[in-house]
């Protein structure tokens, strides 16, 4: 038998679950009446009454849901309901639904909110939120959209909170100028809809954020042979977003998960070799501002630590390794793992130290096969950056300028800069050895990241996850600041011209940093460091990698 929670115990539990409305399709706006909250299903038509600790869910507008379809955006202020459809912004009573016609846009209007007297509505199509005045209809001012995807908005006394579906990310304006203070990057892609809740205890503020977008999923079709078949599914759903803005170093931590992280090498030779007195090192997860490493145990067979670099690696030692002989050996870590996003200017750059010499010698030389000295490769770099001298616009302008000429495609091995640049497409690895040759050639120090992705299902706990692929990006140093993440090619969504910056700076909390600046895996015999040509590691053995989401991360006091 089975007991339920009384209301008021669920109550004050519900800002730490994933609320999942029934019946629910593509959630957007959203928004709190006291501990009720209610959102649009844009798509049905429905206004929904949700009660978040238990996801009982009730349509509030039975007999007017052709009115409310195809509405992106709502807003409440006292007993009025705002919404967004079409061209058109509309309020209402919230008991009575009588739509009454605000203002016209030029062009769609996605996402709104209200405080006293000022109404706030997002267009994507003018790149601008409009300011209007309540009781007027008059627009007042306007401000510079922060991202390049559809917009809904929250607001509070002193904060616009703005969440971009394409940018999965969550911007802090302030209200009065539209000036970004911070943002935030959402745990899933695709936030649609932004909320804030306030504990009527402590009266603490909790910013709760929808998502919607498409699953798929493996469908058994008895009618079909085989009987499995790929198919997609609505998947929308209400999470908490908790972060914790860092004034001083310039970031915003959100969400996170405690992930176990297992690494391990089968020595399976595709011909048999001989390689006496071997050091196989493969680097260990790293401890960041935004990843900290709880504990590391060696599987199969035991590891000496190092330090290499300033980077923690395991070292497995063989007096020889023969032919017919077979190990399994490796790591497993727990790691906590947050997002991240930097937010600095290139005003703040403008008088930042110069490089100094070590950071020359080691990061704006050609030390990986980049090509920099071909003339495709110094071109690019010329044509990249144009006339810009700050950093921070010569690295944004570097990172579109790749995403303008390349297209992402999987190949079996990295090709040069030269190759890529003349072919048009690269792998994540090849994206980063572009970039790399562009910015060292500019005098941006850089160095490469990486080496895995947790399948990102943050809701796919305690069950074991593979990823399909590794993964590199990158990071480039700013004098006076530090090191500053950058992902190699996920951004470059290939049709537009405006291309998201989410990772440009931040990384999501599925991001494993593993051996900053190093090589990953390397073969050391008799004391010499053993080369592709010598002997390739994945034709002497198998890697096995393996995630396990064990919890989400508590929220920040």
């Given at each position: 038998m089975s007991v339920a929670?009384?209301?008021?115990?669920?109550?004050?539990?519900?800002?730490?679950?994933?609320?999942?409305?029934?019946?629910?399709?593509a959630l957007n706006g959203i928004a709190f009446i006291q501990d009720t909250l209610i959102a649009i299903d844009s798509r049905n038509g429905y206004l929904l009454e949700i009660d978040p600790a238990t996801d009982n869910t009730r349509i509030r507008n039975p007999h007017q849901v052709r009115e409310l379809m195809d509405v992106t955006g709502i807003s409440l202020w006292g007993d009025r309901l705002w919404l967004t459809r079409d061209l058109s912004i509309y309020s209402c009573q919230?008991?009575?639904?009588?739509?009454?016609?605000?203002?016209?846009?030029?062009?769609?209007?996605?996402?709104?909110?209200?405080?006293?007297?000022?109404?706030?509505?997002?267009?994507?199509?003018?790149?601008?939120?409009?300011?209007?005045?309540?009781?007027?209809?008059?627009?007042?001012?306007?401000?510079?959209?922060?991202?390049v995807g559809c917009e809904n908005l929250a607001v509070d006394a002193e904060t616009l909170w703005v969440c971009d579906d394409m940018e999965q990310s969550v911007y802090a304006l302030d209200r009065a100028t539209g000036e970004i203070k911070f943002s935030i990057l959402t745990p899933f892609e695709s936030p649609t809809g932004i909320a804030i809740y306030v504990n009527?205890?402590?009266?603490?503020?909790?910013?709760?954020?929808?998502?919607?977008?498409?699953?798929?999923?493996?469908?058994?079709?008895?009618?079909?042979?085989?009987?499995?078949?790929?198919?997609?599914?609505?998947?929308?759903?209400?999470?908490?977003?908790?972060?914790?803005?860092?004034?001083?170093?310039?970031?915003?931590?959100?969400?996170?998960?405690?992930?176990?992280?297992?690494?391990?090498?089968?020595?399976?030779?595709?011909?048999?070799?001989?390689?006496?007195?071997?050091?196989?090192?493969?680097?260990?997860?790293?401890?960041?501002?935004?990843?900290?490493?709880?504990?590391?145990?060696?599987?199969?067979?035991?590891?000496q630590e190092q330090i290499i670099d300033g980077q923690k690696v395991a070292v497995f030692k063989f007096d020889q390794l023969t032919p017919g002989e077979r190990h399994i050996f490796g790591w497993r870590a727990i790691v906590q793992v947050r997002s991240i996003k930097y937010r600095?200017?290139?005003?703040?750059?403008?008088?930042?130290?110069?490089?100094?010499?070590?950071?020359?010698?080691?990061?704006?030389?050609?030390?990986?096969?980049?090509?920099?000295?071909?003339?495709?490769?110094?071109?690019?770099?010329?044509?990249?950056?144009?006339?810009?001298?700050?950093?921070?616009?010569?690295?944004?302008?570097?990172?579109?300028?790749?995403?303008?000429?390349?297209?992402?495609?999987?190949?079996?091995?990295?090709?040069?800069?030269?190759?890529?640049?003349?072919?048009?497409?690269?792998?994540?690895?090849?994206?980063?050895?572009?970039?790399?040759?562009?910015?060292?050639?500019n005098g941006i120090a850089c160095r490469t990241v990486g080496r895995y992705k947790c399948p990102p299902y943050g809701e796919r706990q305690n069950i074991p996850l593979q990823p399909?692929?590794?993964?590199?990006?990158?990071?480039?140093?700013?004098?006076?600041?530090?090191?500053?993440?950058?992902?190699?090619?996920?951004?470059?969504?290939?049709?537009?011209?405006?291309?998201?910056?989410?990772?440009?700076?931040?990384?999501?909390?599925?991001?494993?940093?593993?051996?900053?600046?190093?090589?990953?895996?390397s073969l050391i015999s008799k004391g010499k460091r053993l080369t592709k040509e010598d002997i390739s590691i994945g034709e002497l053995a198998i890697n096995h990698i393996r995630f396990t989401i064990l919890e989400e991360l508590p929220g920040f006091d």
């Open positions: 929670l009384p209301h008021t115990t669920a109550s004050k539990m519900f800002w730490k679950r994933t609320i999942r409305p029934l019946c629910a399709s919230i008991n009575t639904l009588g739509l009454e016609h605000f203002a016209t846009l030029p062009y769609t209007a996605n996402g709104i909110a209200v405080w006293e007297s000022t109404v706030y509505i997002t267009c994507q199509k003018l790149g601008k939120i409009l300011v209007f005045n309540r009781d007027t209809g008059t627009q007042i001012t306007q401000f510079y959209a922060p991202g009527p205890e402590n009266h603490q503020k909790t910013l709760f954020v929808a998502y919607a977008g498409e699953e798929p999923y493996i469908r058994d079709n008895p009618n079909a042979d085989p009987n499995h078949e790929l198919a997609y599914r609505d998947r929308t759903f209400i999470h908490p977003l908790h972060f914790q803005y860092h004034p001083e170093k310039r970031y915003t931590l959100s969400n996170g998960y405690r992930i176990e992280m297992s690494y391990v090498e089968e020595i399976a030779p595709l011909e048999e070799v001989y390689i006496p007195d071997l050091e196989w090192q493969i680097a260990l997860p790293s401890d960041t501002d935004r990843q900290k490493v709880e504990s590391v145990q060696a599987i199969g067979l035991p590891f600095i200017t290139p005003r703040d750059v403008e008088n930042i130290p110069e490089l100094s010499p070590d950071f020359q010698a080691r990061y704006l030389i050609d030390d990986d096969e980049l090509a920099m000295d071909t003339s495709i490769v110094r071109q690019a770099a010329r044509d990249a950056i144009g006339t810009e001298t700050n950093l921070l616009r010569k690295m944004y302008n570097i990172r579109n300028y790749v995403y303008d000429h390349l297209s992402y495609g999987i190949k079996p091995h990295i090709d040069t800069p030269d190759i890529v640049l003349e072919r048009g497409v690269g792998s994540c690895g090849e994206y980063v050895g572009v970039l790399l040759a562009l910015c060292r050639l399909d692929f590794n993964h590199v990006w990158l990071e480039f140093y700013i004098p006076g600041y530090g090191w500053m993440p950058m992902e190699s090619n996920p951004d470059d969504v290939g049709y537009r011209n405006d291309h998201p910056t989410r990772f440009f700076m931040g990384l999501a909390w599925y991001h494993l940093e593993i051996g900053k600046g190093i090589p990953f895996e």
